[in-house]
């Protein structure tokens, strides 16, 4: 009968054990072959990205598409996840009960008398009861600390999300850069070559040439540049997106963004600390140490263990008992956690209140500096237009050979010039309204449909 008693507590104490699976590290490089055949979750339009979006990358990529792909694929993303389950499982594993501590101890005579030869033992189950008091307290601060890693993880997906948007736009516009730089190139070729053939014919003199040489050989390296920074910029783009090297996107430009009012952003700030999931993280992450505090304060109660026990002495008389411990709370009383875990809370407190202030000043300057822009642009593009139409003036001049071809391709290069000019500050418009779009926690199709 003692036997099987022992087999049994045996097996259940096996019962539950995890198995051990190998999982051998790979030996080359795994990408996806396919974009379209991408595993997408159900839940990939998140609240930044806002409506959901239909994927069809057979005609190109648009900005809500890329912010997908890097949501379901990106390689960073993918180790926040792990790093989330991993604190998921700590956590899982602090809010656990202490399993009861089963004794068994035999204890057969050597030399025993007469009457003095039956195998003495001692049986028990002892159990740590003070575990049960902070048991619920733990339970409460895990589920925060949950909580919490899905929200970080939600905020590594937001701040990738602005992160892809602002790179696609950069490149996108990049390219448009590059085809004005190859007119402005080409044009100042022709001069060149116009101005060679009048040098030889003794028609120009060489300083008068040699302006513009200048001129042509700085836009060549700025074209070279262009060209450069585009192809870093492509590769830092399928990096993100957990790409292979190789991979030609085709980015399909269709963001257009209005400028959202003052009252739509002050609404938003309004409810920033109940929309920001980095907010909502430290919420948690501070409410999870409040549990930790009262877990400390509960913890300068004595510590008490309890178990049954049943023991047989040699002369086969046996005694049935209790085993009950209990800590005196004199010198630690659990002094130095409860004072650790109050220090903790404000450090966390503190962290919170200049994570809001800074949210309110970033979007503060953002909107400051979206206004600068949206006045400038205006102008800008005002200018444009004039010297679009003197540009097209001067060309019919020089069709009808009213105009020669210096004086022609100057009125060119300024309308190519200022159209640089408004392209990049359309750039630098977009980037810090997809900022602000993360900063208040707007999502970008929203923007593109008021």
């Given amino acids: 009968m003692k036997i099987k008693t022992i087999l049994f507590f045996t097996l259940l104490g096996l019962y539950g054990c995890a198995s051990y699976d190998s999982k051998p590290l790979p030996e080359k490089p ?3 072959q396919d974009i379209s055949r991408l595993q997408l979750p159900d839940q990939i339009a998140s609240s930044q990205v806002g409506i959901q979006h239909k994927f069809n990358p057979s005609d190109g990529l648009d900005v809500i598409e890329i912010a997908t792909i890097a949501i379901a694929n990106n390689p960073g993303l993918q180790q926040a996840r792990d790093s989330a389950g991993v604190t998921k499982a700590q956590a899982f594993n602090a809010g656990l009960l202490p399993d009861p501590t089963l004794l068994i101890y035999p204890q057969p005579p050597i030399n025993g008398g007469p009457g003095a030869n039956s195998v003495a033992s001692e049986y028990g189950l002892f159990y740590n009861i003070s575990a049960l008091i902070t048991h619920s307290t733990i339970q409460q601060g895990v589920k925060s600390t949950e909580e919490k890693a899905d929200l970080d993880l939600l905020w590594q997906e937001w701040l990738l999300i602005s992160q892809s948007q602002i790179l696609f736009e950069k490149i996108v516009n990049n390219e448009t850069l590059l085809t004005l730089l190859l007119d402005k190139e080409a044009l100042l070729k022709n001069i060149e070559n116009a101005q060679h053939k009048a040098l030889v014919e003794k028609d120009l003199d060489l300083n008068t040439t040699a302006v513009n040489t200048i001129i042509f050989k700085e836009t060549t390296k700025q074209v070279i540049d262009l060209k450069r920074a585009i192809a870093q910029d492509r590769s830092a783009l399928n990096q993100m997106l957990g790409l292979s090297p190789g991979t030609s996107l085709r980015l399909v430009d269709s963001l257009i963004l209005p400028h959202l009012s003052t009252q739509q952003i002050n609404s938003q700030l309004q409810q920033l600390s109940h929309i920001r999931p980095d907010l909502l993280a430290l919420q948690k992450g501070y409410e999870a140490q409040d549990y930790r505090l009262r ?78 822009l949206n006045n400038q642009i205006p102008v800008l593009s005002s200018s444009v237009g004039v010297l679009t139409q003197l540009s097209d003036s001067a060309k019919s001049a020089y069709q009808r050979q009213d105009m020669d071809l210096v004086a022609y391709a100057q009125f060119k290069i300024n309308e190519i010039d200022k159209k640089i000019e408004l392209a990049k500050t359309k750039q630098l418009w977009l980037e810090q309204a997809i900022n602000l779009s993360m900063l208040i926690g707007e999502p970008l199709s929203n923007w593109v449909n008021k």
């Fill in 30 to 32: 795994l990408w996806p």
């Fill in 295 to 372: 877990e400390a304060i509960l913890g300068q109660f004595p510590a008490i263990n309890f178990g049954y026990t049943r023991l047989r002495d040699n002369g086969a008389v046996i005694y049935n008992g209790f085993d009950l411990s209990v800590s005196l709370p004199i010198f630690n009383r659990n002094q130095g956690n409860v004072a650790i875990a109050k220090a903790t809370r404000q450090q966390l407190y503190d962290e919170y209140q200049n994570r809001l202030n800074s949210a309110f000043s970033d979007v503060h300057q953002l909107t400051q500096d979206l206004d600068f």
